[in-house]
């Protein structure tokens, strides 16, 4: 196994999450959802705008609105 310094694996390993993260987001679905109030609180049902297929469970990643492009 040859050496790296640790500065050349922290950059691969940031290049590498990275890369996983623009992947995550190509990975994206226009949905429409409904909002369900129940005594339990509330839910947000998401439904895929083309194929209708719902949503069990989401994985959601928020954005600063000052850190948008």
């Known amino acids: 196994m040859t050496s ?3 500065s ?3 950059a691969a390993l940031d290049a590498e999450l990275k890369q996983q993260e623009d992947e995550e987001t190509q990975n994206y679905f226009e949905c429409v ?3 369900i109030d129940t005594d339990k ?4 049902a998401l439904i895929d705008a083309e194929s209708g ?3 069990k469970s989401i994985r959601a990643k928020f954005q600063r609105l000052d850190e948008l492009p």
Do not use: Q
């Open 33 to 35: 959802g409904d909002r």
């Open 53 to 55: 297929d719902r949503f």
């Open 8 to 10: 050349a694996m922290s």
């Open 4 to 6: 790296r310094p640790a």
């Open 41 to 44: 609180g509330t839910r947000l």
